[in-house]
Nanobody, 117 residues
Framework: QVRVVESGGGLAQPGGSLRLSCAASGFTFSRYTMSWYRQAPGKERELVALISGNGGITNYANSMKGRVTISRDNAKNTVYLQMNSLKPEDTAVYLC??????????WGQGTQVTVSP
């Protein structure tokens, strides 16, 4: 069955870094665009970054552009989100979404990121 599992969240200090991972199984990973979203309490879910199936195309939302890097390892069926210079307003649940070629999408459960002194 399809599994999308995020990890790597936790507590970080302002200015700190975290690296999130998203491990996927149950579908042909390299054919899927992978993306990271986040949702803060009381706010709508928003796109953070996405990466094409072969990793050649990346796109970043303005809210975190310059502070995050998305990458993927198709041999490991894993996508990463390196986050630097974290701010308290980055506190949110970060979710991984697989976007399929036929609009078949899969979400993970999310990992909590809290940025606080």
């Amino acid at each position: 069955q399809v599994r999308v599992v995020e990890s790597g969240g936790g507590l970080a200090q302002p200015g700190g870094s975290l690296r999130l991972s998203c491990a996927a199984s149950g579908f042909t990973f390299s054919r899927y665009t992978m993306s990271w979203y986040r949702q803060a309490p009381g706010k709508e879910r928003e796109l953070v970054a996405l990466i094409s199936g072969n990793g050649g195309i990346t796109n970043y939302a303005n809210s975190m552009k310059g502070r995050v890097t998305i990458s993927r390892d198709n041999a490991k069926n894993t996508v990463y989100l390196q986050m630097n210079s974290l701010k308290p307003e980055d506190t949110a649940v970060y979710l991984c979404k697989a976007i399929g070629p036929s609009a078949n999408n899969y979400w993970g459960q999310g990992t909590q990121v809290t940025v606080s002194p």
